[in-house]
């Protein structure tokens, strides 16, 4: 491999006992003779396929400890791994997180998407200006940076920001709902978590009917023993008495299908990947949570952790995968930390490694952050930045279940999905498909955020409405009147007030030429400029396209410049108008007929819809 190192770059010992810190039991001592004398190099462990995977956590580390990546942090990072550096300058520069250039030691990530948006975001960005001046530029003496950012998962609780904060004792922090006065206050490591509710139904008479959400509130998310004495690791022992094929067998009898979006069936998934002959099998958890308006995930990972942990066991256990993944968003600090810290608890117990529970199972996970890319949500992107390469997906096929993790087979599935397995197994798969409606089996977790009283995940069966989820939300605002609700996020659809009574299932949202998605329910009132809201969509998934193919790089640049042309001023129903949505439609089948992945294929989507069912940009509205 040739190796160019940058000239006369060396890292500082700040960054590399960053570095050191981060691969702790992943190093060996560098031979104290030969041409490595001086540099410690990765240890090749287990199916691991030599030492790239690292790279993500240590660009991390370097981040956390210096507020960017210098050319010496780079060049000793790659020494210790073996990457060629213009290769990990590719990878660093594909992250929103992760800075090739000097910042401060504070970075400030406002939420300025379509949840805060209408929740005061635009007036924290405003303040922010007044505050440190432009985006973008160093402030405060050289201590502090601000961008705008994003969805951050906060929906719930907006406006929201996201802190990174370099040093000795460098970490992120979550503010939400945040002020100008609290995020100076977060800089300081001086704010409290929230205390705004994130699930209200849990604290609600009827919370025992829950599924999903029973233990959200209820139990301890940092004690493994609180956990099991709620019931915790009673499906894991089940799933062991029952062996691996009454696993996928049950599964399969469940009808469970992926709630991130995509909907395939889950025991179709996992018996692909446990009959497959090439070895080893992996098995990840998807819990890079990014869509706008989505933050159930989120809830799971930081109330619940253990819950997925157990899952991803069973899993593991049934597709025959001995090493597992927990793939968290960078931007979910408290999340990554709880389930680092059931992963640990759960090792140290016997519920996780070479002989789980003591039956043989050998079962073991990793943690891993992403570092803000949409596009590593879907799941061979998210392979690749596992991997330690730029976070773009491949082709299929082959699929996943062929050659996905390290080119082995693998299964993946979201938290969500997951989560359900532990009843599954538990009460039988016939038991769980009795609840819901057809084929949507089971109890499903919206993200109901925008202008309603009481935001938050809500869990119900398949077949309620979306009128009864947006009342379980307390409905609009005294006085307001409903304009409209974009359901699955800015991967969705806008949804006409007159279309509120359709059944939340999966059939339903395909006759009515919508998506479930990821369980987004976005509401806006009559208060609401659903026209900039659609130009925000369309701005995010020109930033947040990857690049890789023409279609999508090309056409979410496109459909954005004609909504800001139309915008600008073409008169509705003239020529100049009837051919910008023209071409706005064009590129939208482009991108769907073209596109590598998902976020082509969706990217006109919510565009499409607002002009089609509302009436925005001068479309006629559908009757």
Same mark, same amino acid.
């Given at each position: ?5 940058i ?18 039991d992943a190093?060996a001592?560098?031979? *104290?003779? %030969?041409?490595? !004398?001086? /540099?410690?190099? @990765? ?8 030492? $790239? =995977?690292?790279?993500?956590?240590a660009?991390?580390?370097v ?15 790659c020494q ?18 992760l ?9 400030v ?5 379509i ?6 975001g ?45 040093g *000795?004792? %460098?970490?992120? !922090?979550? /503010?939400?709902? @945040? ?6 206050a977060?800089? $300081? =490591? ?17 919370r025992?009917?829950?599924?999903l959400?029973?233990r ?16 915790g690791y009673?499906a894991?022992?089940?799933a ?28 179709r ?23 706008p308006?989505?933050?159930k995930?989120r809830?799971?990972l ?8 157990e899952?991803?066991?069973?899993a593991?256990f049934?597709t025959?995968s001995e ?16 389930v ?5 608890q ?30 590593c949500g879907?799941e ?9 390469l ?16 390290f ?6 599935n ?9 009843d ?10 009795a609840?819901?409606?057809g084929?949507?089996t ?5 993200c109901?955020?925008?202008?309603v ?9 398949f ?34 007030p007159?279309?509120?009574?359709m ?15 990821s ?24 930033d ?7 279609p ?10 004609a909504?800001?042309?139309?915008e ?31 976020l082509?294929?969706?990217?006109s989507?919510a565009v499409?819809?607002?002009i089609?069912?509302l ?9």
């Open positions: 491999m040739d190796l160019r190192w000239p006369g770059a060396a890292a500082t010992p700040e960054e590399r006992s960053a570095v050191d810190e981060a691969f702790g190093l001592p560098t031979p *104290a003779t %030969g041409p490595d !004398r001086g /540099v410690r190099v @990765a240890r090749e462990g287990g199916a691991d396929p030599g030492n $790239r =995977h690292l790279l993500l956590p660009f991390h580390a981040v956390r400890r210096a507020g960017w990546i210098s050319p010496g942090a780079m060049n000793y990072v210790r791994l073996g990457v060629p550096p213009a290769e990990a300058y590719g990878v660093a520069t594909f992250y929103s997180m800075s090739t250039e000097p910042r401060p030691p504070v970075a990530h406002i939420c300025d998407d949840a805060c948006r209408v929740a005061g635009s007036e924290l960005v405003a303040e922010l200006e007044r505050q440190w001046g432009a985006e973008g530029q160093p402030a405060a003496g050289g201590s502090f940076v601000w961008h705008r950012s994003p969805c951050l998962g906060q929906c719930e609780r907006p406006p929201a920001a996201f802190l990174q904060l370099a *000795a004792s %460098g970490n992120e !922090r979550e /503010v939400a709902p @945040a002020s100008f006065d609290e995020i100076l977060a800089s $300081r =490591h001086e704010v409290p978590r929230s205390g705004a509710l994130s699930a209200p139904q849990t604290q609600r008479p009827g025992e009917t829950l599924r959400l029973r959200v509130g209820r139990v301890d998310p940092e004690s493994l023993d609180d956990y099991r004495a709620h019931g009673a894991l022992r089940r062991i008495e029952m062996g691996p094929e009454a696993v996928l067998r049950e599964v399969t009898d469940s009808k469970l299908v992926g709630r991130g979006g995509a909907a395939f069936p889950t025991g998934k996992w018996e692909a990947v446990a009959r497959a002959p090439v070895r080893p099998h992996y098995f990840v958890c998807n819990a890079d949570e990014s869509e308006g989505t933050f995930d809830v799971l930081e109330e619940d952790p253990f819950a997925v942990v899952a991803m066991t069973i593991g049934a025959g090493s597992g993944f927990i793939y968290v968003r960078g931007e979910y600090p408290l999340a990554a930390a709880r680092a810290g059931a992963i640990a759960a090792r140290s117990r016997g519920f996780l490694g070479a002989d789980v529970l003591g039956h043989g199972v050998r079962f073991d996970i990793e943690l891993r952050r992403g570092a803000g890319a949409y596009i879907e061979t992107a998210l392979f690749n930045s596992i991997e330690g730029r976070g773009e997906p491949r082709n299929k096929p082959p699929f996943p279940t062929q050659e996905g993790l080119r082995k087979p693998t299964g993946v979201n938290v969500e999905t997951l989560v359900n397995v532990l599954i197994v538990l009460q039988g798969g016939q038991a769980f498909a609840t819901g409606s084929s949507s089971g109890t499903k977790l919206f109901v955020s925008g202008q009283k009481e935001r938050g995940v809500y869990e119900v069966p077949g309620a409405t979306l009128r009864q989820l947006v009342d379980m939300a307390g409905g609009l605002l005294p006085g307001r009147r409903l304009q409209t609700v974009l359901l699955g996020g800015a991967a969705g659809v806008f949804l006409a007159e279309e509120m009574d059944p939340l299932t999966f059939e339903a949202a395909r006759s009515a030429g919508a998506t479930l998605g369980g987004a329910v976005l509401v806006f009132d009559d208060t609401a400029d659903i026209q900039d809201l659609v130009i925000r969509i369309a701005a995010f998934f020109r947040e396209s990857c690049g890789q193919c023409v999508c790089r090309v056409g979410t640049v496109r459909q954005e410049e909504l800001r042309r139309l600008a001023g073409a008169p509705n129903g003239s020529p100049a108008a009837a051919a910008e949505l023209s071409l706005v439609a064009e590129i939208g089948q482009v991108m769907r007929d073209a596109s590598i992945c998902g082509g294929h969706t990217a989507s499409e819809s607002a089609r069912k009436g925005l940009f001068g479309g006629r509205k559908a009757k």
